[in-house]
């Protein structure tokens, strides 16, 4: 996305010929005439640069920047000066004010100060960011492991929805994690010590016990002013796709009071991706498109293959600590093997691979089922060397924290080839900085 700048000038001319050269530059520019229009839309969240002029009738710059720093006080504004107001400009700055640039000033100078100011404003975005989401990864409960673009997506929705009572639709194949997210949600929510109520709906008997549960809360909560009263702080329901027939209406309709009446209580419900074309009518689509659930797509082990061995060596660590034994060696022929596999059962079946080899050393290998991988036969070698190229590029972007002209250097690409290569692989640099 390109950076977006905020420019603040009373006079015309001024205004729209610095915009044009901003937009040269690929920037994303909104003029304004006056301060209050712009302030009006800054958010603790703007993700780039504020230029303002200072002397301006109405609001003046002073006094929109003071106002836009009490919305965040780590906004990159940029206050420009006359000739002569230098005093102004120093209380700027004093005031929290990024850089002060004084008329008449040089393309060159705009252009190398709106730079280092949005790259300034990204690090600012990205700490609290990195912040934000290692609060919620070191609470209570179940950690999300992995460093797949997919699996660092995830953490950071969780991470803005952890404290909030938004309904949740996750979304995957069978064994990829999607109770392990629905209990990370309750865990790092805003009641994690309340009830987490979980019910299979596949399950036999799961008719007569979401019956149950409707009519207890709804008895329960009869002539009382609250509508619903339900002794939980999280519902969880999994295989929502698979809900008896008969029972869909009345489910719905409860689901729909819990979610509108009553928000101290978070639903989640979950739907295997095999079984999601088949219930696209009734409940699910009602839920989905009706009540506003954010949907949450977990992606199956094979396409993040380069976290298999991570959270193998995870589990494996957890097991020998729980069966109080030392961990086996682990050496990189397992690990290319581990790669290699199809893994149809996804971390579920890594979780229970990985607690037989705790226990049973490589004679586990022999009781493991030889899916192989998911690709043609003909593909295994090209699949290979595809999964060890993306693997080299992601530790050397680790190592690197995301500086491509360092990573270059070490791998001895030319800048094309290693811009290919990130787009072949869809790597993205700013997943790696610190």
Sequence with gaps: MNTPVIFIDDEKSVRH?????????????????????????????????????????????????????TLDSELSIIMLTGHGDISMAVEAMRLGAYDFLEKPFSTEHLLDVVKRAGEKRQLVLENRELRRELEVQSGP???????????????????????????????????????????FVHDHGLQPQQPFVTIDCSATGAEVQLRELIASITEQSCGSDTKLSPYFATLYLKHIGQTPPQIQPALEHFIESLCKENKAVRVIVSADTDNHQQSQAGLLHSLYFKL??????????????????????????????????????????????????????????????????????????????????????????AVRVADFECKVLHDALNRHQGRLKEVQQELGLARKTLYDKLRKYHIDKKDFKA
């Design 141 to 183: 409960g179940p950690r999300i492991l992995g460093n797949d673009p997919s699996i660092k997506q995830l953490r950071r929705i969780l991470s803005h929805q952890s404290k909030t009572h938004t309904p949740l639709f996750i979304h995957g194949p069978s064994g990829c994690g999607k109770s392990l997210v629905a209990r």
């Design 17 to 69: 010929a610095l915009g044009q050269t901003l937009e040269i530059e690929d920037y994303d520019v909104a003029l304004f005439a006056s301060a209050k229009p712009a302030l009006d839309q800054l958010t603790n969240q703007f993700p780039g640069v504020i230029i303002s002029d200072i002397n301006m009738p109405g609001m003046d710059g002073l006094t929109f920047l003071k106002q836009a720093l």
């Design 292 to 381: 506003g659930f954010i949907s949450l797509d977990l992606p199956p082990l094979h396409k993040r293959r380069n976290d298999i061995a991570l959270l193998f060596h995870n589990f494996l660590r957890t097991d020998c600590s729980r069966f109080g034994i030392e961990p086996p060696h682990i050496d990189a022929r397992l690990e290319q093997w581990l790669i290699e596999q199809g893994w149809p059962g996804n971390v579920r079946e890594l979780r229970q691979f990985a607690e037989r080899y705790a226990l049973l050393g490589a004679k586990a290998l022999d009781t493991q089922p030889q899916h192989g991988s998911d690709q043609s036969p003909a593909a295994t070698l």
